[in-house]
């Protein structure tokens, strides 16, 4: 259910994108980044389960986890692992980047298998940028909202990155007639099922919410996740 709450104390947390999931290493991979000892540091290639909607019908999204520090990856090839962190932006194939600290990881020796795994979870608190409220087929049905969530990022990619989260329809119910601010804050929880290819923006479904105000008149629009209208 979505609240409205100007006291919220998650609005006193910096506005960061959380992930937790499990993940099994399937390879290293080169970091976009050179150390002062000209060393680049290494990654690990990784996938997270999607439903397919935003990916061509694929059910894995191709993720890559890295160290907090810049070191070189901890995780060993062919193990599972249960991993927290930071979700940092995306890289130059606009695959996201995951943080974490090293040590902080654990290894999985149950549901090793992509098939047993859930969706990876996501929390955050971020900025309304933009909101667009979407009729479902005919009506009926309890209108989505499409909202463009700003969050902190990597240095190296402009210090912020855009998120798609999206609200009502089947994710997280909101009360009738209710119509989010433009500038607000926004804490939620959900979870990743990929990201909009025209803009290389990751999509969140919303658990969860809480805002510090809604009050705006928003206009409908139609359904379509390929749409252009997400190079917003």
């Known amino acids: 259910m979505l609240l409205v709450d100007p006291n919220c104390p998650s609005f006193n947390d910096d506005t960061q994108l959380r992930f937790f999931g499990k993940f099994i290493s399937v390879g290293e991979a080169l970091q976009f980044l050179r150390l002062p000892d000209g ?7 990784t996938y997270a389960c999607s439903t397919g909607a935003w990916n061509d019908g694929q059910s894995l999204l191709p993720v890559i986890l890295k160290t907090s520090d810049d070191s070189d990856t901890q995780l060993e090839k062919g193990k599972t692992y249960a991993v927290k962190g930071q979700i940092t932006g995306c890289d130059s194939l606009g695959v996201p ?55 902190l990022a990597e240095e190296r990619f402009g210090g912020v990155m855009r998120v798609h989260c999206l609200l009502g329809w089947k994710y997280c119910k909101v009360p009738k ?52 209208e997400y190079e917003i």
């Not at 929880?189 to 290389?200: I, Q, V």
Request: with cysteine; charged share 25%; glycine share 8%.
């Open 97 to 151: 980047k995951f943080t974490w600290v090293p040590g902080d990881q654990r290894m999985s020796y149950l549901g090793t298998r992509y098939v047993d795994f859930k969706r990876v979870r996501v929390s955050g608190v971020g900025s309304v940028k933009t909101v667009r409220v979407i009729k479902i087929g005919d009506g009926d049905e309890e209108d989505l909202l499409d909202v463009t969530v700003e969050h």
């Open 177 to 228: 007639d209710t119509t989010l601010y433009v500038g607000s804050k926004i804490s939620y929880k959900g979870k990743l099922d990929g990201f909009a290819k025209s803009c290389g923006r990751m999509i969140i479904e919303v658990n969860r919410a809480t805002v510090n105000f809604a009050e705006i008149q928003l206009q409908r629009s139609e359904f379509l996740p390929s749409s252009s």
């Open 39 to 45: 060393l680049t540091p290494l990654a690990t290639r």
